[in-house]
């Protein structure tokens, strides 16, 4: 009677093991994802979405390729596709296409995408468009428009429009700050109230301009290149 209970327990284990494991290939993707809020969803957590994903409240899975729908959606892996949601988070991989967020949208890899939302963050490179009130990246490429700040801490390239631009390394491109523009080193045209620099190549328009080199011009109100023979000038500034 033991010999036979313990021979049935085993088999039921390898039967459960088995049974789990062709569930876990079975769910590996779905052309559909719907759910509740995770892991109240279909299917698990951990398989992928090729299709659509109507997440709820909270949906979570790894790849997601083709429109997310939700409150609150997260990619434990990437996202291809057309996001629509009050949160975007993914983790892992990188984001091609479009995120729209009520709140946030926050990517831990690079993204090749337009973002719109009070806040984008990539902490990777980001090529494309950003349209929020901040946007902060690693590195960035193309058009970046920030009602409060647009923040990069690499080089970052193309057209800056924010009340603050801030680019803790190099700038390559056009700057219009309704404040304060600011880069390391500064290659183009830089139009703000205030422009600060440490290497200028090309031009700084504005009420106050501040750099230490310059081979350019500055057009303002009170113009500061350190390393020139005739530091501080009114109106305009050159050093070439």
């Known amino acids: 009677m033991k010999k036979s209970t313990m021979m049935m327990a085993v088999a039921l284990a390898i039967g459960l093991g088995v049974s789990a494991k062709a569930e876990e290939r079975s769910w590996a993707w779905s052309p559909i994802g719907i759910g509740l809020a995770a892991p109240i969803q279909l299917p698990p957590v951990m398989s992928d979405v090729y299709g659509l994903r109507l997440g709820g409240f909270f949906g979570y899975n790894h790849d997601v390729y083709g429109l997310d729908l939700g409150v609150a959606e997260v990619c434990s892996g990437g996202f291809r596709g057309l996001q629509v949601s009050a949160l975007s988070w993914v983790d892992h991989d990188d984001v091609y296409g479009v995120q729209l967020a009520g709140l946030a949208n926050i990517v831990n890899a690079s993204t090749k995408a337009l973002q719109v939302a009070p806040l984008n963050v990539v902490w990777e ?20 428009v920030g009602g409060i700040v647009n923040w990069n801490d690499l080089a970052s390239y193309g057209l800056e429009i924010g009340a603050v631009n801030a680019n803790q390394q190099e700038f390559y491109g056009w700057a219009f700050g309704g404040i304060v523009n600011y880069a390391d080193s500064f290659n183009g045209f830089a139009c703000g109230f205030v422009n600060v620099a440490y290497d200028v190549t090309g031009c700084q328009l504005g009420v106050f301009n501040a750099c230490d080199h310059m081979h350019g011009v500055q057009i303002g109100l009170v113009n500061l290149i350190c390393g020139s023979k005739l530091p501080i000038m009114v109106i305009a500034n050159a050093w070439f």
């Open 125 to 144: 490179e980001a090529v494309g468009t950003q349209l929020g009130l901040v946007n902060v990246t690693a590195e960035f490429a193309g058009l970046q």
